[in-house]
């Protein structure tokens, strides 16, 4: 209801702005009929369907774009890279593609995210991603922490630590971690981490902030439940409490593609509509577009299109008759130019049989000669 099928101004006198609407001639026309409904312009707006296979039965009207913007900033608030926590997470989890979850200590994970469980205060407590997986921060891959190295996936619990002020080495280290010795993490939330601490990976434009910890030997438990056991390797623990925002595709995306061959697509030669039969057709138009240039600017005067716009016209009528866009184009320009041209009283008739042949082309015709005598 916006780039694509937006109205500016009133709802008794809109503008098109719409791209879909703009591409479209039969619609463009249509839509500022009275029956198509022109309802102020909301965020309600989201929860009207649409059908772009047909003319849409109501459109909205920002009354101008600065108003439009502000409606789009009060949608954007609701997104899940806004608004982050659950609500967020299950828009991840039901996209199954790979997303980002970025977490208040500025650590982004991505992946697709398998799964989250929430804890008895309804807050995200367990991530689970799966592979392959990067962890980023401002956007940029961390060093040893990409999808090469995350094959498999990534898992980490989330939430406030109990006896803890900050996850880092030198924090740990006053509650029992140490080289060679095994050390405890418990969350609020119930979580329990029993590991030994091999390093950190510091934010890098701020070492003394941690983003992630490195166990070795690990076993995570939630009650009865194991969520992480010692054989599956080193765990690398997310430092964060909170998700904060959630955004699709990776973080580091060109390191992620490169590292998984995703986006790759051999170059491709770009399509054109130009063929051997329309080809000299779409050079008369050009033609046409340069002299309405040149005339309209004052570079030619109006007795100079005389003899170019006779020579287009005697090369419509010989090898192009069933255009009836360009003779609209012609007879336009002959009308403003007050030009006399025998060739005018036979792209007249030629519309006319034109019209008589195709029902389609006829009304767009029709609404061409309206323009004429405007």
């Given amino acids: 209801w916006t780039v694509e099928y937006g109205l500016v101004g009133s709802p008794t006198d809109p503008k098109i702005y719409g791209a879909g609407l703009l591409s479209s001639v039969g619609e463009s026309f249509g839509c500022l009929k009275d029956e198509v409904l022109k309802i102020p312009f909301t965020l309600d707006c989201v929860n009207t ?6 003319p849409q039965p109501q459109l909205f009207v920002a009354p101008d774009f600065a108003a439009l913007t502000r409606v789009l900033h009060d949608f954007s608030a609701r997104m899940a890279y806004r608004v982050g926590g659950a609500e967020a997470l299950a828009k991840a989890k039901m996209a199954r593609t790979v997303t980002t979850s970025e977490l208040d200590s500025g650590l982004q ?25 990067q962890l980023a921060c401002n ?16 898992s980490t619990p989330l939430g406030a630590l109990r006896g803890v002020r ?3 080495a030198a924090e740990l280290g006053k509650i029992g971690f140490s080289p060679g010795k095994k050390g405890r993490l418990v969350w609020e939330n119930g979580i329990e981490l029993e590991a030994e601490l091999i390093g950190e990976v510091s934010r890098p434009s ?34 964060g409490s ?7 595709g990776a973080a580091d995306r060109a390191r992620y593609a490169a590292a998984t061959g995703a986006y790759r697509y051999k170059a491709q030669k770009p399509k054109t509509n130009l063929t051997d039969a329309n080809r000299e057709l779409n050079a008369l138009y050009a033609q046409v577009r340069t002299l309405r240039t040149n005339w309209v ?48 009283q036979d792209f007249e008739n030629d519309l006319e049989q034109i019209s008589s042949t195709a029902a389609d082309k006829a009304a767009m015709i029709q609404r061409g000669k309206e323009i004429l005598t405007r």
């Avoid at 909170?242 to 699709?248: E, L, R, T, Y």
């Fill in 49 to 54: 369907a649409y059908d772009i296979t047909r």
């Fill in 109 to 133: 994970v991505s992946g697709v995210l398998e799964d989250f469980r929430m804890d008895s205060s309804g807050q995200p407590a367990f991530l689970k991603f799966r592979g392959p997986c």
């Fill in 139 to 154: 956007g940029s891959e961390l060093p040893d922490q990409g999808p090469k190295f995350h094959a498999e996936g990534f």
């Fill in 166 to 168: 900050a996850l880092n």
């Fill in 206 to 239: 701020e070492p003394s902030r941690t983003l992630i910890l490195r166990f070795q030997d690990c076993t995570i438990r939630w009650g009865n439940e194991v969520l992480y056991r010692p054989e599956w390797g080193t765990f690398d623990l997310a430092c």
């Fill in 242 to 248: 909170s998700v904060v925002s959630v955004f699709g």
């Fill in 297 to 344: 600017s004052g570079g030619i005067a109006s007795a100079a299109l005389a003899e170019p716009l006779a020579g287009i016209a005697r090369l419509l009528s010989a090898q192009h008759r069933g255009d009836w866009l360009l003779r609209l184009e012609l007879l336009e320009l002959a009308e403003k130019a007050k030009l006399k041209a025998s060739w005018v």
